[in-house]
């Protein structure tokens, strides 16, 4: 019996993916006879096919899928014959859903695309054939549809074919097998057609049945990515996770990273079962022969062939969430089990799901491909996704809300900071400090255009340099003549601004000074950005809060006028929103309050974090 296979079915709207696999499913014989029953009971209800059993709802499990006729939700099920044993992955056609569409991908050993034959390659089929093969699956059926529709036209087959072997040469899927079929009357799905004379391959249940795995056996050097540390006793230290490449025995020298240890394997076991071996694709517990310091997301790997390590990288990139992809704001990274605060620096270009054309882009939308360049907070131990699934796929995670936002594949690891080293000085931060005689701080005044910010940045300034302290104000509209006169108002633009900023501030507070910055930074994960940029204590947020109207009522430039009018786009709090604080370590409400008595809780904060005093 072959190995077991992982595949997925996927395609445009209505190209029936739920109904071939619910033919599957009842050609092999999967289906009990009180479900049967039940799916009889659904169809009248919900189905599409008269008083013909609706072979779709069998994989459509979602009230909403039912009552639409379409898949939302990626579906998986488990069937097998004599030859295999298999596990499909129904794959949702809306584009609002291509999300999903990538998370079946991402395990699949082979990919189903279906085509209407009626309808040809549309955009979604281009789109998800381009995930397909970013996601690294090489072993891909045509599945021609709905060819009753057609009679049976070798001629409208053969051009949705050779139109498709085109394309899929273009992304490297040299070896697509294409299959005339009807889902809904099961020809050529399980058994040859007498409707296809002309055709001479296999059915798909036989593809699928001879189709090689994409898991190798066994593939040397080991790659064993650590996914929990098991302590159930003082007496007993495992390493647990899943063998992402090679083979291990008792005895194996191996090398952890990024710590670079050494040490021997003493023990593998699968389950509670000591073993021999275990190769790619077991999930064991190893215990060494050393006492080392281990954690989750460190890598165990063959000592005499360790895994690159980087911490900036080229790496295609799907984007999943509703709110646009920006760069230079920091999101979360995981890559295997490791989670690390990562940038997109840069997107190298948009690619077209149609055309594949490269088309330049500032930010990301939902659905969105695109190569980009990454920065990590620290090197990693990876392989390219081409090489090793497991140790070169990886998510970007929203720091505020935990949504996984972004699902990409690291393709190189950038070099033009292998030759750059952080020097380190003889006269450090805490050295500048007490040369001042003063901690270090960042006060970082926010709050909306007029808020009153500069104004309580510049009283602060003149207080604590009248009491002999070293300081200095980075102030919005001032930077921005200077060294952000390059930026705009657009959300990429203002994410760059608060990133140099914040940069500009950490390298004051290195320097011992105390850096007020007055910007009205919107969002909050610039902010939240910036405050990892600082040891815990050293960054101070103060929230201006100040309302809507009085900042309007009090307006002398007449900008809030002007942005109500339309002239000034992407004005904060007008047509650009502004994401209040959710813990600053200050809120101060100005209404009522002269600039003065607001001064003394900020002064206040900085004696409670022994900044100074009268």
């Known amino acids: 019996m072959n190995g077991r296979l992982r595949f997925l079915t996927c395609g445009s709207v209505d190209d029936g993916k739920s109904t071939l696999i619910g033919r599957l499913l009842f050609d092999t014989k999967q289906i009990f006879d009180d479900q049967f029953q039940a799916l009889e009971k659904d169809s009248a209800r919900f ?117 498709y072997a085109a394309f899929a040469q273009e992304l490297g899927l040299t070896a697509v097998q294409s299959i005339p079929l009807s889902a809904l009357t099961g020809d050529n799905l399980t058994q040859s057609s007498t409707h296809t004379p002309w055709y001479g391959g296999p059915t798909l249940l036989q593809w699928l049945e001879n189709v090689p795995a994409g898991l190798e056996e066994a593939t040397p050097p080991l790659r064993l990515p650590v996914q929990l540390v098991l302590r159930p006793h003082a007496e007993f230290r495992g390493y647990c996770g899943r063998i992402a490449q090679g083979t291990l025995r008792p005895g194996d020298a191996v090398r952890v990273l990024p710590s670079g240890v050494s040490s021997t394997v003493q023990q593998i076991f699968v389950g509670e079962q000591a073993q021999a071996q275990a190769q790619t694709g077991e999930s064991v517990c190893i215990t060494l022969a050393d006492e080392r310091d281990i954690s989750r997301g460190d890598v165990l790997c063959a000592v005499d062939a360790p895994l690159e390590m980087a911490e900036q990288f080229h790496a295609h990139l799907l984007w999943l969430h509703e709110q646009a992809l920006i760069p230079g704001r920091p999101y979360w990274l995981q890559l295997h089990h490791r989670t690390v605060s990562a940038t997109v620096s840069s997107i190298r270009h948009r690619i077209d799901p149609n055309s594949g054309a490269e088309l330049a882009a500032r930010e990301l939308q939902m659905n969105d491909i695109a190569e980009v360049h990454l920065n990590l907070d620290r090197p990693l131990p990876f392989a390219p996704y081409a090489e090793n699934r497991p140790l070169g796929a990886f998510i970007l995670i929203d720091r505020l809300s935990n949504a996984t936002v972004g699902a990409g594949m690291l393709d190189f690891a950038l070099r033009r900071d292998h030759n750059l080293h952080w020097q380190q000085l003889s006269v450090n931060k805490a050295a500048r400090a007490a040369l001042k005689h003063q901690p270090p701080r960042c006060v970082w005044f926010t709050g909306l255009s007029g808020s009153g910010k500069s104004t309580l940045a510049n009283l602060l300034e003149k207080r604590l340099h009248a009491q002999g302290h070293h300081t200095y104000v980075l102030d919005g509209d001032n930077v921005r003549h200077g060294l952000n006169r390059d930026l705009g108002f657009a959300e990429a633009d203002r994410a760059e601004n608060i990133r140099r900023v914040a940069e500009v501030a950490r390298l004051m507070v290195d320097a011992g000074l105390i850096v007020l910055v007055s910007f009205i930074s919107p969002y909050r994960a610039e902010r939240e950005f910036a405050r990892s940029l600082f040891t815990p204590g050293e960054f101070l947020e103060v929230f201006v809060d100040t309302p809507l109207e009085e900042c309007e009522r009090r307006d002398p430039k007449g900008i809030y006028a002007r942005a109500r009018a339309g002239q000034i786009p992407n004005f904060t709090g007008i047509s650009s929103p502004y994401e209040l604080p959710l813990t600053p370590e200050l809120r101060l409400s100005t209404p009522g309050s002269s600039p003065e008595a607001l001064l003394e809780p900020v002064l206040e904060l900085l004696q409670s974090n022994g900044q100074c005093g009268e």
């Open 47 to 163: 189905g599409t096919q008269g008083a013909a059993p609706d072979l779709a709802l069998l994989v459509d499990g979602l009230q909403a899928e039912r009552e639409q006729g379409i898949t939302i939700d990626v579906a998986y099920r488990f069937f097998a014959t004599p030859e295999r044993a298999f596990i499909v992955a129904d794959t949702p056609g809306h584009e609002q859903y291509t999300r999903n569409m990538a998370t079946g991908a991402s395990t699949a050993d082979a990919a189903v695309v279906l085509v209407d034959a009626r309808k040809g390659l549309l955009t979604q089929t281009r789109r998800h054939t381009r995930i397909v093969a970013l996601m690294g699956v090489r072993q891909v059926v045509l599945a021609v549809n709905k060819m009753d529709l057609m009679d049976w036209s070798e001629s409208a087959f053969r051009a949705i074919a050779d139109e």
